[in-house]
């Protein structure tokens, strides 16, 4: 690395790949910047690189007899001779480095965040490889200064992370591994179902398990396969309605969920209508979930929403409640629906909470829907009906469940 003169991220896939081709697992210690990221801007590439050549000079100097290195967003790993000298180097990091680096007016903050014992045997480069990026994650998360352990738990961590992705890799290409589920939507004042929530799932092929949105929806999001995943529901949901005939048993609009980055992405309004239009679905049949972020591009979310309102798409403000409830006036969007949050409802349940109360009262003064999810027993949709809220979801009407067993469900 030519600012701090350590080895670098090349450096390290030689060096792990030499030693654990002869089963040599190696001790060794891990700090960061923490505080880096506030500094990636081309203004502050003086402060970043002094800041650099400073940690250099402290490693080679301290650390003469080790091999040391320098990856980027300012991750440092230093391998020790033996188990016993984790406990003495790190306290000697701790002892040069708890005062922040100070240059000018900008201050740099330093953690010994993980250590490895030697003791967990790795498989090959990329096993330790993975493992040491879910560390460095977990090290990322403010953390009081805790120095923790690679463990096996962290390994496991990173073969599920990769299976994952391999599942989702697979997926985007196998098109019957995207697996739509169907959660019913029922009506108070109908006393019957009247719509559903598509929810996707993951068929991982190479260890026969499903694999929950929470689990790929942020990888999804992050290597931006998340347009091509949409699509895909958009087609598979599409599909069903043309084949089922959802109407006959009284299904007025079927929901899927939109990711920011989907919203964010310019062409979606035209992709989405021609997928409708492949399969001639009527637009109303349609309902899309909106949910807040602050990585939104507002300009394009309102283009995509005024487009596909205009073919006759409606929208409902997803979770309602998790912190993100200002879209409703940030862009003057006509939601026909609001969908509150699960946690408000067992908040209002299980601990008396008013708060599901308040909401409900704030939408029904703006003539609006409202659907409460997360109703899990009898009492609750008792309850939650003598509160005027017209539609609920929960496991109390039924899990997500595929297509073959909803509309079996929906025969009963």
Known sequence: DSYTNLF?????????????????????IGFLITNFNDFKFADNDYYITNMLAYLGWFIRKNFKNNVSFCFSNGIFIIYLKDYDDINKSIEKIQKYLDVPFVLEDYSFNFEVSFFYDGKLEFDN?????????????KARKPSGNTVFEITEDIRQEAVKRKNIEVALKEALVNEDNVLVYYQP????????????????????????????????????????????????????????????????FGIKVIEINLSPYQCAYDKLADDFIGIMESYKIDPKMIGLELTESGTMNETVLYNNVKRLMEYGICFALDDYGTGYSNLVNMLSIPFYIVKIDKSICWDYFNNNNKLLLEVIEQFKTRNMNIVVEGVETEYMAKKLKELNVEYQQGFYYSKPIPVSEFIEYLKK
């Open 8 to 28: 670098s991220s090349k450096g390290h896939e030689k060096y792990v790949s030499e030693n654990i081709y002869f089963r040599k697992y190696k001790p060794f």
């Open 125 to 137: 480069y990329f096993d330790l490889k993975d493992t040491l990026y879910i560390a460095i994650e």
């Open 185 to 248: 939507i029922f009506s108070s004042s109908e006393e019957k179902v009247v719509a559903a929530e598509a929810l996707v799932r993951l068929y991982d092929e190479k260890n026969d398990t499903i694999i929950y949105p929470d689990d790929f929806i942020n990888l999804a999001e992050k290597n931006r396969s998340i347009i091509k995943l949409g699509m895909i529901i958009m087609k598979k949901v599409c599909q069903t309605i043309h084949d089922v005939y959802f109407s006959k």
